[in-house]
C-alpha cells in the first residue's frame, strides 16, 4: 500500500519509515521486510538489506507480494540467480502453480540455466498443457545444443531430442503456431538436414509462415542454395524479380544459378516441368535475354528503377570474368554507365552504385569518359573565363556525381600541388554557389552542395601528407565555414574530430562530438574516437567522463539484453534468442570495452592520491589495415592492461612484518603475491617484444583509416623501458626486503645503480618533451602534438616511479629505525649506515628536482601558449575564411593550453608526494 | 536496387550513416530488443549492393488484442543522406503496411515533428492525414518516448509539438478532413478539431477520441 508509493515514487526513507511501522505491529509481515529491505538496498545499505531478505527467502514464501518484491530486490542487486533459488522452493510448495513455474522458467532464462529451462518448460507443460510451454521446453534444447563445447553431442544429442519432441507434435497434430513451425525449421537447418527443412517449408506446416515478407521464399531459397539445387534457385529467383525486379539480392542469385547451370551442363527435361518453381534459364542468352526484359519492363514503372540497369552491369562483369563478353552484345560498358548517369545522375546514390563497377572501365579512357558526363551537365559561365555553374539542383547534383567519379578514378592524384590548390579553389566556389540552392533549407537539413566542401578538403588532405603544412589548417577553416551553414552534417563533425585530434587538439572536440548527439550503441560504435585521444593529450577529466559514458552502455547491456532474451520466449520470437545472445556477447567482448576498462582504471590511479601504507569514413578502410589495426589495438590492450595488474599489484607487496628469512615467507605465502608480479613482468616484456615486432612493419594506415594506438610513442620515448625497469626495481627491493640488510652489498649496489639509470631514463624521457608545442613556421602554425603526448607518458612514467619509491618507503624506513635503535643502545657512533639509504635518498631528491624542472617547463610552455599570437598569420588567407581561420587556430592554441594546464596541476600534486618520502 | 530484409542486432553496428542525422533518434538496446522480440516483421532493413545500410522501418501492432482491435505503428523510419530521393521510405512504409493489413491491422498511423516538413509532406502524399497534435512526445528525458505519456499528452496540448498522422486502407485521403484549431486554458488546452466524415461508425477511432 503506502510504502509501496513511497518506494515507486524514489522516497526511499518514508518507505523504510513505514515498513519499520508495519513491522511493530506484525512482526512477521514478510512482504513489509521485503519492502523495507528494497528500501534499504536504494540508499546503499546493502548487506543490511540482503539480510533482511535472506530472513524472509529462508522461509520459503508462497505469496504473491514477497515473491514479486523480492524478485525486484534480487534484480536491483544483480542477484538473478537468486531468483531462481526463490521460485525453486516455492514450486516445491506449491506443485500445480502454472504461474510459479513459469516465474521458475523465465528465473531460469535470465541466467541461462537452458537445461533447468528445458525442464521447468515440461513440467508446465504437464500441468497445463499449453503449446508455447512445450515449445519453450524444446527452445531450451536448441540453447543446450548451441551453448555445448563438444559439437559432436549438440549434433547427436541435443538437436535430435528437439527434433523428436516436435516431431511427436506434428504427428498429433498439434502445431499451433507460426513460432512452432519456425522453430522445426530452425532445428532442421542446424541438423543440415536441408531437405527435411524444405519439405516443411513447402508443405502444411508451411502455410502458416506469414508474418515476415516472403518468408516461405526466402527459406526455400536459402535451402535450395544449401542442397545445390541450381535449378529451383534460378527459377525462384526468376520469379521474384518478375514481382520485384529491383531487389538486388535475388539478381545475385539469379546469376550464380545461371553460371552453376551452365557450368554443370544443365538442361532441361524434356517433357516435365523444369523444376519446382517453374522455368529455368540455364544459358548466357536467356540471361541476357531476360536482364533486356527487365530493363524494357522498367520503362512501364511508375517510378524509374535502378536495379535492371545495374544488373546488366553486373552481368557484363561476370561475363567478363569467364572470359566472354562481345558476343553477347550487351553493350558497352562505358556506354551504358553513360547512359545510366544521364539517367540517375541527378540522384545522389548515382556515385555509389557507379562505384561498384568502375572496374569494368578502362583506365585509358578514365579522362574521356568524366568529360563525356561533363558535356552533358547544363552549366552555365557568366563570363568566358568564368567558371561554369549549375542553374538547379538536379544540374548541381550531376556535376557532383562528376567529381566524386573524378577523385574514385585518381583524377586529382596524379596533379601537382598548384593543379591541387586550383582544384580546390573551383570546388569551394561550386560548395559556395550551390548554398544559394539551400537557402529554404532547415537547420536539419543538410546543404546540396556540402559535397564540394567535403571534397575540397580531401584533396587538401592530401596535400598535408605530401607535407604541405598550411593546407591542414584551410582544411580545419573550409570544415568550421561548412559547418556553419549546414550545422547537422556529421561527416564534417567526423571530419573535424579526427584532425583536430591529429593536431594535438583535443578541447573543440567534446563539442563537437555532443553535438553528433551520439548515444547507448555508438559508445562503442564512434566513441573510440574520443577515449583514444583524450587522455593522451593530457585532457583528464574529459577522458574520464567519455570512459564513464561507454562503460555504462557496456555495463548495462548484460541487465538489458536478458530482458528481452525472456520476452523474445513470451512472444515466440525464436530465431531471435541466438541473435541476442551472440549481440550480447559481441557487446561483452568489444576491444574498445575492454581498453576503457583498463583506460579507465589506470587513469584512477593517475588522478587519484595515491597514499600509500593506507590502503592496498570518409575513406574506405581496406581489410588490411582492418587486420592489422585489430592486431595493433590487441597488442597494446595487452601492454596497458599488464600494466594495470603490475601496478596494483604494489600494494599487496608492502611491507608489514619483519622477516628473518626467505624460507619462513615462502611459506606463508607472502612470496606468492611477489611471484605474480615477477610472472606479469615477464608477460609485459613479452608483450612489448610482440608488440616492437609488429611495430617494424611500419604501417602507415591511411589518414581517416584506423587512428594508430600510442604504442609507438610509448616505445620511441622510453617510458616503456623507464616502466619495465621500474617493474624490476620491485622485484630487487623485494629481495632486500626478505633479506635483510645483513650480507646484503650485491643486492644494494644493484639497486643503487638501478636508481642512477632511472634518473637518466627519466631525465632522456623528459628531453623527449621539449621544445615548443605550437610553432609558426613559415608564416604556417605547425603544431607538435608528439611532446603533448610524451608529456603525457612522462606524467605516468613519474608516478609509477613514485609508487614504486613508496613502496621502497615502506620497506626502508622499518631498517631505518631499527638501525637507530641499536645505534642507541650500543650508544656507538659507528654503526654503519648501509649505502641503499643514501642511494634512496639521493633517487628522491633527484626526483624532486626532475619534477620541478618539467613543472618549469610547463610553466613555460603555458607562458608561450598565452602570448602566441595568432592573428598575425591571417595575412595569408583570403578575406572570406579570415573568420573560420582564426576560430580555429584559437581552438587549437586553448586547447593546447588547456592539456598543459591539466597535465600541469597533476605533476603539482605529484610533487607534494614525492615531498613526503624524504627518509 | 535495394536487398530487403529482416533488420538483425548486428546491424545496429553500422547504422551510423542512417542515424547520425539530427532527426533520427538512437535509442537505448532495449528499445531495439523490444521491437526485435515482439515484432521482428515490422523491423525491415534496405542495403545497397556496396553493402551500406540504405534505411530502415521500424514498427509495430498497437492495440488490443482482448477487444480484436489494432493496428500498425510507425516508430521510426530513416534513409542515410545518399539514398534520399528514390522513393525508398515510400517502399518501406508500403511494406509496413502491406504486413500490418495481413495482421488485420485496421489503419496505420506514426508520430512526426511539425518541424520535419520534409516528413510531414513525404506522408501526406502517401495518404496519410494529419489526425491530433501532441506536445512533447519526443521530448521525455530518456529520449524514448514514455508510455506514461500517453494519458498526459491528451491534456496538454500545444502547438509546435508532434503531429499524429494516420491512413485508413480503403478510404481516399481527401474524405477525411481535419481541422485542427487550439483553445489555451489555464492547465489544458482542449483540441478543437474533428474529422468528416465522423468516424464514430468506427468504433476502434473512438479511443483515439479526444
Known sequence: ?????????????????????????HKDLHCAK??????LQRTGKQDEAYALAQEVAALEPTDDNSLQ????????MHRPELVTKLYEAAVKKVPNSEEYHSHLFMAYARVGEYKKMQQAGMALYKIVPKNPYYFWSVMSLIMQSISAQDENLSKTMFLPLAERM????????????EAEVELYYMILER??????????VRGKLGEKLTSELQSRENKCMAMYKKLHRWPECNALARRLLLKNSDDWQFYITYFDSVFQLIDESWTPPAEEEHSLEGEVHCSIEQAVNFIEERIAGESRSSRPLRGPFLAKLELIR???HRGCNDEYKLGDPEELMFQYFKKFGDKPCCFTDLKVFVDLLPPSQYTKFIQQLLDIIPLVAAAEDEVALPGDIKALQQHLCVVQLSRLLGIYHTMDKKQKLAVVRELMLRYRHGLEFGKSCLKTELQFSDYYCLLAVHLLLDLWLEGEEAAVWQCLTLLEEGLSHSPSNAQFKLLLIRIYCRLGAFEPVSELYSSLDAKHIQHDT??????????????????????NFALRFFHSNQKDTSEYIIQAYKYGAFEKIPEFIAFRNRLNSSLHFAQVRTERMLLDLLLENWEWAKRGLGEDISEEHRKLSLEEETLWLRIRSLTLRLVSGLPTLAHTIQPKNSEKTAENGVSSKIDTIRALLQQLEAAVDSGKKFLEQKIQYPVLGPPPTRMAGFFSNGSCQCQTSLFYLVSDIYELDTNGLEDSAEIQERIGNSFKSLVERLTDLFNKCKGDLIEVRDGTLKTHPNLLENLVFFVETISIALWVSSYCDSVLRPFKSNLQKKKKKKKESSVAMPPVFTHFLDYVTELQTLTSNVIDHIKGLEIILTALKLEELDSLCKHREKKFTKTVQGKVQSSYHHSVQEIGELLKKRLDTIKKLKI | MTTLRAFTCDDLFRFNNINLDPLTETYGIPFYLQYLAHWPEYFIVAEAPGGELMGYIMGKAEGSVAREEWHGHVTALSVAPEFRRLGLAAKLMELLEEISEKKGGFFVDLFVRVSNQVAVNMYKQLGYSVYRTVLEYYSASSGEPDEDAYGKFVFSLKLNGTILMLRIPGLVCKTIIIFLAYETGS?????????YPPLDNFSYLRLYQL
Not at chain 1, 518484491?69 to 536491483?76: H, M, W
Not at chain 1, 564512434?526 to 570512459?547: F, N, P, V, W
Open chain 1, 1 to 25: 500500500g503506502e510504502h509501496r508509493d513511497y518506494l515507486d515514487n524514489g522516497n526511499n526513507k518514508m518507505a523504510i519509515q513505514q515498513a519499520d511501522k508495519l513491522l511493530k505491529k
Open chain 1, 34 to 39: 521485503v519492502l523495507k529491505a528494497i528500501g
Open chain 1, 69 to 76: 518484491a523480492l524478485t525486484i530486490l534480487y534484480r536491483e
Open chain 1, 166 to 177: 516436435v516431431e511427436k507434435m506434428v504427428k498429433e497434430d498439434k502445431i499451433e503456431a
Open chain 1, 191 to 200: 541438423l543440415e538436414k536441408y531437405k527435411e527443412a524444405l519439405d516443411v
Open chain 1, 318 to 320: 561476370r561475363l567478363r
Open chain 1, 526 to 547: 564512434i566513441g573510440y574516437l574520443l577515449t583514444r585521444y583524450a587522455s593522451s593529450l593530457g585532457h583528464y577529466a574529459a577522458a574520464s567522463q567519455s570512459c
Open chain 2, 187 to 195: 492547465d489544458s488546452c482542449r483540441l478543437m478539431g474533428f474529422m
